[in-house]
């Protein structure tokens, strides 16, 4: 089953962290660029970080200001995105996709294979 399923989510302080993971199953994950994108209640899709396939370049949207860092094990078929210095503004379900195409989409048609999302709630 081809699929992607997002862990790590939770409630934090400003200020803190947290580290998502995404298990992907049922495709060549090592072939395919990967992206994690957010939406907040009441807001678009931003994409947050994409990442080539082979780990070794990545790109971030402005707003992520040096506080993530996108990572992936292709041995273990995982993606991560670690999160510091997490602001209010920060809090959206978060999900990983897979673009058709390296772009770092705003929209769903961007992608053809999402997870279910965690939510990421930042509040004191």
């Known amino acids: 089953q081809v699929q992607l399923v997002e862990s790590g989510g939770g409630l934090v302080q400003p200020g803190g962290s947290l580290t998502l993971s995404c298990t992907a199953s049922g495709f060549d994950f090592s072939n395919y660029p990967m992206t994690w994108v957010r939406q907040a209640p009441g807001k678009g899709l931003e994409a947050v970080a994409e990442?080539?396939?082979?780990?070794?370049?990545?790109w971030y949207n402005a707003f992520v200001d040096r506080r993530f860092a996108i990572y992936r094990d292709n041995a273990n078929n995982t993606l991560y995105l670690q999160m510091n210095s997490l602001r209010t503004e920060d809090t959206a379900v978060y999900y990983c996709?897979?673009?058709?195409?390296?772009?770092?989409?705003?929209?769903?048609?961007?992608?053809?294979?999402r997870g279910q999302g965690t939510q990421v709630t930042v509040s004191s």
């Open positions: 996709a897979r673009p058709t195409a390296p772009g770092n989409g705003n929209h769903w048609s961007d992608y053809d294979l």
């Open positions: 990442i080539n396939k082979y780990g070794s370049s990545a």
